[in-house]
Every structure is written in structure tokens, then in C-alpha cells.
């Protein structure tokens, strides 16, 4: 009877907790948007954040193009990571802005081009 109780918590633990806490995290991250943060959809596509109502958020994905999308369709939003070799003396960005390193905002890193 014991070890079916431990391996019982032993799931718990393992599974059903770190769910829990990811899906928090994510309703938190969900309902703290704001206008201009860049995102990424649950589907894979790109854009920034134009307008915020109840449940809809719009999101330009192409220069002109915005679509509305539920909030929950948000899954990351995206910040750049500046290095200091990204800026000369006087702090201005010499970077051309073709790739770069991005990380979103629970630390995770990727390569953007």
C-alpha cells in the first residue's frame, strides 16, 4: 500500500506539478500583454502586439497585415538580448539587424534571422 502511495506522489511530483505551474505562468504571461510587445502564436507566427480588448489581442505579423487572435493563442513573447559587443563606445546599435539572438520572456533563447 506504501508504494502505491509513493509512486502516486512520485506523479505528482513529476507530472501534474510542473504542468500546473507552466499553465500559470502562461495565463500570467497572457494577461499581461502590452500594446508593442513581440510574440509568438501558439501556431508558430511572428508579430508584435497593435491593440489589446477583453479575450482579443491584434497582432501585426507583416508591415500593414494585423490579425486579431484570442489572447490564448498567445504562447511566448519575445524580447531582444543586447550584448555588449552589439554596441560601440557611445551605445549605439551597430548591428544590421539581419540575425540576432532572441529570448523570451521566461529566459528561453533562439536564433532569429
Known amino acids: 500500500m506504501l508504494f502505491l502511495v509513493g509512486i ?3 506523479f505528482w511530483l513529476l507530472l501534474v506539478r510542473p504542468q500546473v505551474r507552466r499553465q500559470r505562468e502562461l495565463v500570467h504571461l497572457q494577461s499581461t500583454l502590452e ?3 513581440e ?4 501556431s508558430g507566427v511572428y508579430g508584435t502586439v497593435r491593440g489589446l480588448e477583453d479575450g482579443v489581442a491584434q497582432v501585426e505579423i507583416a508591415d ?3 490579425i486579431r ?3 490564448g493563442a498567445v504562447g511566448q513573447v519575445v524580447r531582444e538580448v543586447d550584448s555588449p559587443a552589439d ?9 544590421d539587424g539581419t540575425t540576432g539572438t532572441a529570448q523570451t520572456r521566461d529566459g528561453e533563447a533562439s ?3
Open 8 to 10: 502516486a506522489l512520485l
Open 35 to 37: 500594446v508593442g510587445d
Open 39 to 42: 510574440v509568438i502564436l501558439t
Open 64 to 66: 500593414g497585415v494585423a
Open 69 to 71: 487572435v484570442a489572447r
Open 87 to 95: 554596441h560601440d563606445a557611445d551605445g549605439t546599435d551597430e548591428t
Open 111 to 113: 536564433e532569429e534571422n
